[in-house]
């Protein structure tokens, strides 16, 4: 399948202008230009490096506004209400998503790349051992599954396996607070905030 790039080179190599191109095409005129000079294209690389902090930064502006819609017939529960999906779904879509198999942002798998080395047993029977929060304490609800994730402990971005030991339940706030930090770097961000804030900080020994 030939691509629009192709096509413009090919419509450029019969003769045709730039104007031409963009009334054959349907295409902006920009698009045109930037495939058939080499100037343009060093140009846009060239503002990209010099504009390289505004860009990020605007970015992350328009991350901030984004509002994410629905897709058709897709219908938002009211806050903490689940969607009617079996538990028994849900709970694989959470070990899925975190042995690094891709689900989609409505639980659809699209990519499967490994095999679980543990099922939903496995985790309700660690789950009904105590359903807290590893990180605060706070206690979960095994049917709430929005409420709660399954965190690496060890961040796979650090080097963190997808093993059953390395799981830890959390609560979907501390789970986002962490992030990709060790444990020790989630409790030195939790002081940070505390002192900025007031708050007097006392390890107990």
């Known amino acids: 399948m030939s691509t629009l790039k192709d096509n413009i080179l090919e ?51 328009n991350y901030f506004h984004k509002t994410y819609k629905p897709k058709p017939n897709y219908k938002f529960h009211p806050r903490g209400k689940e969607r009617k999906t079996p538990i028994k779904e849900r709970i694989n879509g959470k070990i899925q998503t975190f042995i690094g198999n891709s689900y989609g942002r409505y639980g659809k798998r699209t990519v499967v790349r490994t095999r679980s ?3 939903i ?17 706070r206690p979960l609800v095994w049917e709430n ?10 961040p796979r971005a650090k080097g963190g396996s997808f093993l059953y030991s390395n799981m830890r339940i959390s609560c979907k706030e501390a789970n986002i607070a962490k992030s990709d930090l060790y444990f020790e770097d989630l409790l030195k961000l939790c002081e940070d905030v505390l002192t900025h804030n007031g708050a007097k900080v006392e390890w107990q020994q």
């Open 11 to 61: 419509l450029r190599s019969k003769g045709y202008s730039y104007n031409k191109i963009v009334e054959e095409l349907g295409c902006a005129k920009s698009t045109v230009a930037y495939h058939l000079s080499d100037k343009t294209k060093r140009s846009k690389k060239e503002w990209k490096q010099r504009n390289k902090t505004s860009v990020s930064i605007t970015k992350k502006i």
């Open 121 to 137: 047993k496995d985790v309700k029977r660690d789950f009904d051992k105590s359903p807290n929060c590893f990180y605060t304490g």
């Open 145 to 154: 599954t929005g409420d709660w994730h399954m965190d690496h402990y060890i």
């Open 117 to 119: 080395t543990f099922g």
